[in-house]
C-alpha cells in the first residue's frame, strides 16, 4: 500500500485532466461521506483536485468539462508563422496585400485591420524609418576637417 509521502514526485507539476472514470468516484466518495483527506488518498489524486470537482459538481450538477469561455483565436500557429514570414521578406506591403497573400496561401479570411492587430502583437509597427545623412567619399573629405578642428569641444 502507498503512503502520501512515497508519492510527492507522482503528484507535483502540472498534469493532465481527470477522465470521467476518475470523476464519478470522487462523487461517490463523497456522497458516501468520505472526507476530502479520505478520498485524496484512495485515489491517487491531489486534495485541492478532488475538492475542486466536488465545487463544481455542487455548483453545476455535473462533472463533465465545460467548453472553454472567450472567443477562439481566428490565426493558428501555421498562420503565425506565414504572417511574420510575408512581413520579414517585404516589409513595404499594405495590410490589404497581406491580408489577400494569407487567403491565396493558408486559405485564412481576415480583414487587413485582423492583421494589423496581429502584427502589432509580434512586435511589428508601421512607422516611417530615420532619415540618415548619405555619407559619401566627398562628404566624408569635407567632414573630416571639420570634426579634428571641433574634436574637444567642451559646454
Known sequence: MQTASTNIGERMGRSQELSDSKRGPVIGGHLGNKSIRDISWLLNIPRSTVSGIITKWKQLGTTATQPPSGRPRHMTGRGHRMLKRTVRRS?????????????????????????????HG??????????KPSITKCNAKRWMPWCKARRHWTL
Open 91 to 119: 516589409r513595404q506591403l499594405s495590410a490589404e496585400s497581406i491580408a489577400k497573400d494569407l487567403q491565396t496561401w493558408c486559405g485564412l479570411q481576415m480583414s487587413p485591420t485582423t492583421v494589423c492587430r496581429e502584427l
Open 122 to 131: 509580434m512586435g511589428f509597427h508601421g512607422r516611417a524609418a530615420a532619415s
